[in-house]
């Protein structure tokens, strides 16, 4: 039991709730992503996908209480952190070169402060529909498959990145998050003790690659939009919704 | 070769710092940093000024006294070199200098460069030992350990506590001393009956002098001059993982 306080007492366990709900976030944004590239295969199935989200019920209510809660525990720990760093080092340098670490470790706070207020902004832009009213209510999607109509998220999304300033304002939030995160799996693997010779070899290097695949998958679809990939649906012959 | 010095000059624990400048002529590219500072004080001292106090023992990079902040960098621009092996000749004619005490809480500087490293012999009193009866020593042959186990202990008691890891990190962490200390007895038999304990109670001590916490830049490894790995921070949160879980 005293093993057991020392533990929560201390910074090491500050950082395994830090790694540990990271690491769920990162696998949020893995599914994320791969629901997200469905506006490639059209408005169809990104409506459907949508749909089936909806249509989780109590499931998807887990989900998000899960990662509320993630979301939460992840920026308290920071906090936390972030204040004993600050007390440990009052008085500052006057000069001071970085040796081997690099520039996204070293920002790992202003990168998720920018990471915190795009969460905000995207949940008021794409979830309730504050930021751009007009486009998030721009009528509903008759599914092909079942003649249900239902909220019409490709439209939207399409219209939202038409927009320039919405596009570069997500490209911006996506440069942030790449560099947080290519930082963030690698360091989340040092701090959960993973010393096994065949995965530690690969610990630097999983930061940074899985940073890459995020940032070229997420950018590809205000990319797609703005190039022209990815165009407004035709509209359908339906109630408005 | 001639230098400027910019260097910080601290009368006592309490009073408050500043920095001040110094020329320097005729500097031998042979001489050490610390043989630098000495000429530096023989100067000092026949003009009547106190001489820069820094800490400085067996000059020869094995004793972990030696701890400035050499222009940005802890003991200087040499890797895996501490500042009474750096040489001048690493320096170039007219270079400036930059030196400055460790900066971290725990360390509070006592008087110019020196700062109570106190700190780090608490840790180690608090669990970075083993518990032995005394008596006459054991064949060498009796307790095998493995060749790579020897290697890795025998690198993580390279550790020479001279705080380079807490002056490199931006957290001011004393995670890579620590592990070292934690790993280079968690490696070998005569370690494990306290292997437990010992993680819990130098981790405990460490969170307790109000160093900062280790966000994994990996600088601490980088300004080391015994090349200590952060290998042994992963090892360290295991143990302390493990402890928690079955200890």
């Not at chain 1, 039991?1 to 929560?8: P, T």
């Not at chain 1, 996908?49 to 990662?67: F, S």
């Not at chain 1, 490209?171 to 360091?187: D, E, K």
Request: net charge positive; aromatic share 8%; hydrophobic share 45%.
């Amino acid at each position: 039991m005293s093993s057991l306080l020392h533990f929560l007492r201390s910074t090491v366990f500050t950082k395994i709730v830090m790694a540990t709900s990271g690491l769920l976030i990162i696998g949020f944004l893995v599914g994320h992503l791969l629901g997200n590239l469905l506006m490639f295969a059209g408005p169809e199935k990104i409506n459907g996908y949508a749909l089936g989200l909806k249509n989780l019920g109590p499931l998807l209510w887990v989900v998000r209480i899960a990662m509320i809660t993630a979301f939460g525990l992840h920026v308290w720990s920071s906090i936390e952190l972030a204040l004993r760093n600050r007390a440990a080092r009052p008085i500052a340098y006057d000069t001071k070169k970085s040796l081997k670490s690099t520039l996204a470790s070293r920002t790992m706070l202003v990168s998720g402060m920018a990471i915190l207020f795009f969460v905000i902004y995207h949940l008021l832009h794409y979830t309730f529909g504050i930021i751009q009213p007009n486009t998030y209510y721009a009528g509903g999607y008759r599914m092909e498959s079942t003649g249900e109509i239902v909220h019409h998220v490709y439209n939207m999304v399409v219209a939202g990145f038409q927009n320039p300033f919405i596009a570069l304002s997500y490209m911006i939030a996506l440069a942030f998050m790449s560099s947080h995160v290519s930082h963030a799996m690698s360091s989340a693997f040092q701090t959960l003790g993973i010393t096994n010779p065949n995965i530690s070899k690969f610990t630097s290097k999983l930061g940074p690659a899985l940073a890459a695949i995020f940032l070229i998958g997420y950018l590809s679809i205000p990319i797609g939009v703005m190039i022209g990939v990815i165009k407004k649906a035709p509209p359908q012959e339906h109630v408005l919704e | 070769m001639k230098l400027s010095l910019k260097v910080w000059r601290q009368k006592n624990k309490e009073a408050e710092g500043q920095f001040k400048d110094y020329a320097l002529s005729d500097i031998s590219p042979d001489m050490s940093f610390l043989e630098m500072l000495d000429v530096l004080n023989e100067q000092l001292l026949a003009k009547g000024e106190d001489p820069v106090a820094f800490d400085h023992d067996c000059r020869e990079g094995i004793c972990g006294s030696c701890s400035m902040m050499i222009n940005g960098k802890p003991h200087g621009p040499e890797s895996m070199t501490t500042t009474c092996q750096l040489h001048m000749r690493k320096f170039k004619d007219g270079d400036n200098v930059v030196i400055e005490p460790w900066r971290a809480s725990p360390f509070p500087v006592i008087r110019d460069l020196v700062v109570d490293r106190s700190a780090f012999d608490r840790i180690i009193q608090a669990g970075g030992f083993i518990s032995v009866n005394t008596g006459n020593a054991q064949d060498g042959n009796t307790l095998p350990i493995p060749k790579p186990d020897a290697d890795s202990a025998m690198d993580a008691a390279a550790c020479i506590g001279c705080g380079a890891c807490v002056a490199a990190c931006k957290n001011a962490s004393a995670m890579l001393f620590t592990a070292a200390k934690v790993s280079h007895l968690g490696y070998l038999p005569q370690g494990q009956p306290e292997r437990q304990r010992r993680v819990l109670k130098m981790v405990e001590q460490m969170d307790g002098e109000g160093f900062g916490n280790c966000t994994n830049t990996n600088d601490c490894e980088a300004a080391c001059p015994k090349g200590i790995s952060v290998k042994n921070i992963t090892r360290l949160n295991k143990d302390f993982l493990k402890a928690t879980i079955f200890g």
